[in-house]
């Protein structure tokens, strides 16, 4: 057995696995199926009867001059052919109800699932990769779901039933049509392994068009102040350009599919007219009956041709599947254990017990055998240069990810014995980038607090210094934010953010250069607003402006990861230490 055996074996299973989690979508509709699946029978039987009937009804009104079969095809034809409609309806209604009904649950799914992952995944897949998955992965999928059964069940059986038909009318003829199969199975198999590839290699592209699409659109500041535009353009224009190359591979492959089915259906037409001619000539077959059969023939034809359009469609489906299906595989990093602890409520005891770290995209180690506790109620500082690690503790502590080794509790649990959910509803969060989302500044608010009254969103936001200009705006605290909160200044969306996590009331504050943007008055007012509200609560503030945390409690001096100093503001600076050298600096 060859490498080549195994992987297509893999290929396969691959394929079975695909396949099978498809099929789990489609099962709840298999009422609906099965009633699409009894009108495509239906529309078969139909499509061969009116073929059948075409020979009797040719030989008796126009060859034997029979009036009371013209009456017949006069009243009974209407009632055939809407019944034919009726059923042509009915399973392309159904088929694209179940297609988009498969399609809305496979879209939410991936909504849910990736509100499940773990932030390590964001930082793996961009996020304009996502996006093109969701959006034309998915309409691939949909027109897949939607097509290939209309396409398998229904053109399969009318073409067996035209060839009953044929069989029926003259079998050596029909043997003569049939040849067409074997020749069309081949050399649509070739083209069909050609477009998966090409198909595979355009989706690919497609999420890196609308990469830099977005790149653009969210930069368009930067690319503006730096002249970046041509350059910027340049490297979409190679992108597009390779998309039209790949994509017209797989078009190339289909646009053959059709024209290639004609092609042998003409040759083969042009057979069945040889040997019909002879045979009417030689008195072996009738008039009529040839051309029910050549009406029969080209009825078979749609559908012979839809069939062609199967395996690109079959193609392009899986591989877009295939892409949908690894986002819906992943799973979350960090675990939660089966039975998580519960916390009823915290102190806000923390502890880091030889905490190390290293990001899975780097050798480095950002936190080194990290160890330390801060006490229930307490304001602790975490400062140190850039890249010290000073968010990575934070993000720990949120339980964003885990600690290589190591351990971190709160009161004493160990965080990864708690629920995630339930360990975040007690930590409130404000981050060094601000995140505002589409909507109006009090559902930006109560984000942090969906319950909220009018009353709390007004007092956090007073608390956080930001209900002066949220009340000069407009529409006040209804006033829509614009696409990540354009409209506001850095120190504005900063209060936001800040009243958002204060609204929450949470047991332990997390301040990642929180007030950075502010001036020091508007600091202090926040400060002391804060100590007011959430007074006797855990906080940890990292900040790399000094003044902003000398009035803690303790402060920890961070430096590649390891903790280098810990104290108050006045022992750091009669140590004459690296605070001191760093508050010199300063002031
Ligand atoms: N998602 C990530 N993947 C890989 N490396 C990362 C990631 N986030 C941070 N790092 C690296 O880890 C180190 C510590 O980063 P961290 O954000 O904790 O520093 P910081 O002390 O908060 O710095 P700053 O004061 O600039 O915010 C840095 O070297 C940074 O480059
Ligand atoms: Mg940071």
Redesign the pocket.
């Known amino acids: 057995m060859s490498d080549m055996a195994l992987s297509r074996q893999e290929q396969k299973k691959r394929f079975g696995t695909l396949v099978k989690a498809l099929f789990t979508y489609a099962k709840p509709y298999k009422f609906r199926f099965a009633q699409a699946a009894a009108s495509m029978m239906l529309l078969a039987v139909i499509r061969g009867a009116v073929v059948y009937i075409l020979g009797p009804v040719i030989q008796g009104v126009f060859v034997d001059k029979k009036l009371e079969i013209l009456t017949l095809v006069v009243i009974g034809l209407p009632v055939i052919f809407a019944l034919r409609m009726a059923a042509e309806y009915t399973n392309a209604y159904l088929m694209s109800w179940i297609g988009q009904k498969v399609v809305q649950q496979i879209r939410d799914d991936l909504f849910n699932h990736i509100h499940r992952l773990s ?1 390590e995944f964001y ?1 793996r897949k961009r996020s304009s990769d996502v996006m093109s998955r969701v959006i034309n992965d998915l309409n691939n999928v949909q027109s897949a779901v939607q097509f290939i059964p209309l396409y398998a069940i229904r053109d399969v059986l009318t073409v067996t039933s035209l060839l009953g038909v044929l069989f029926y009318i003259n079998w050596r003829f029909a043997l003569v049509s049939l040849m067409i199969l074997p020749v069309a199975g081949i050399v649509l198999g070739i083209l069909g392994k050609k477009m998966r590839r090409a198909s595979e290699e355009s989706n690919i592209l497609v999420g890196e068009i609308s990469h830099k699409f977005q790149e653009s659109l969210q930069g368009i500041t930067v690319v503006k102040a730096f002249n970046y535009e041509d350059e910027a353009i340049r490297r979409f224009r190679a992108t597009n350009d390779s998309y039209f190359s790949k994509t017209m591979r797989y078009l190339r492959a289909t646009a053959m599919a059709g024209p290639l089915m004609e092609f042998l259906g003409g040759m083969i037409l042009i057979a069945v007219i040889y040997l019909g001619g002879k045979a009417i000539s030689a008195g072996a077959m009738t008039t009529a009956n040839f051309f029910s059969f050549v009406a029969g023939f080209f009825t078979a034809y749609m559908p012979l041709k839809n069939l062609a359009n199967l395996n690109a469609k079959l193609q392009l489906g899986l591989a877009s599947w295939e892409r949908i299906h690894q986002i819906l595989e992943e799973r979350p990093a960090v675990i939660v254990t089966s039975k998580p602890g519960n916390l009823a409520g915290l102190d806000g005891k923390i502890e880091f017990r030889n905490v190390n770290y290293k ?4 050798e ?1 180690q ?1 936190l080194k055998d990290l160890s330390f506790v801060i006490n229930p109620g307490e304001v602790a500082a ?1 400062v ?12 720990l502590l949120l339980r964003f990810f885990d600690p290589l080794t190591g351990s971190i509790a709160v009161d004493g649990h160990d965080l990864r014995d708690l629920g995630t959910t339930d360990l975040r509803s007690h930590l409130g969060l404000v981050t ?1 980038d601000t995140i505002l989302f589409d909507d109006t500044v009090f559902r930006n608010i109560t984000i942090g607090k969906p319950d909220a009254s009018r009353e709390e969103v007004a007092a956090a936001a007073k608390a956080a210094d930001a209900h002066a200009f949220i009340d000069a705006m407009p529409q006040g605290y209804e006033t829509v934010l614009g696409e990540r909160g354009i409209k506001l200044s850095g120190g504005q969306r900063q209060r936001l953010a800040i009243a958002r996590a204060i609204i929450k009331k949470p047991e332990i504050l997390l301040l ?2 929180a007030t950075s943007n502010l001036d020091t008055a508007s600091e202090q007012a926040v400060q002391s607003s804060i100590e007011k509200i959430l007074g006797g609560r855990t906080v940890v503030m ?1 900040a ?1 402006r000094l003044s902003t945390v000398r009035n803690a409690d303790r402060i920890f001096v ?1 430096k590649k ?1 390891e903790l280098a100093e810990t104290g108050s503001h006045q022992e750091l600076l009669a140590k004459g230490g690296i605070y001191r050298g760093l508050y010199e600096a300063q002031t």
């Open positions: 932030i930082w990001y899975p995209s780097r480095t950002v975490l140190g240069p850039s890249g010290s690690g000073k968010t990575t503790i934070i993000h060094q990642d250069e990292v790399h961070l990861g």
